[in-house]
């Protein structure tokens, strides 16, 4: 009987736990960056995957998903129309991605970031 009181009380702390984490942590539907961001381009070759940083990234000063973010970057002045697919928030940083899946794809790091109020 002990065993069954334990393991219930440590499923509801487990539970406090992860609602406290998802408040802080997780992805969003728009956020407003406090600051320029970092790009990062990734291309995959045959066998190996390279990626460039970009830093100094000019951002509108509400970005959501489904919108498209027309940058200018690069000593070369790169123009590239970055569509944003998702967005993960954590703590006071975010990472736009252009691909749903994180691990592929463009994205661009924001640090000071802040979840934007529901609606736009």
């Known amino acids: 009987m002990r065993f069954v009181v334990w393991l219930a ?4 702390a487990a539970a406090g736990f992860a609602a406290a ?3 802080v942590t997780g992805a969003v539907q728009a956020v407003r ?5 970092e790009l990062t381009k990734c291309r995959n070759w045959l066998v190996a995957r390279a990626c460039h940083h970009y830093h100094h990234i000019d951002l509108p000063a509400l970005v959501a998903i489904g919108d498209t973010l027309p940058l200018s970057y690069g000593s070369n002045n790169k123009e590239y129309d970055f569509p944003v697919a998702h967005i ?6 975010c990472t736009l991605f252009a691909n749903r899946n994180e691990r592929q794809g463009d994205k661009i790091e924001i640090a000071p970031c802040y979840r934007a109020e529901e609606g736009r």
């Open 21 to 23: 984490g998802a408040e």
């Open 33 to 37: 960056p406090g600051g320029p961001g």
């Open 88 to 93: 993960v928030l954590e703590g006071n940083r």
């Open 9 to 12: 009380s440590l499923l509801v």
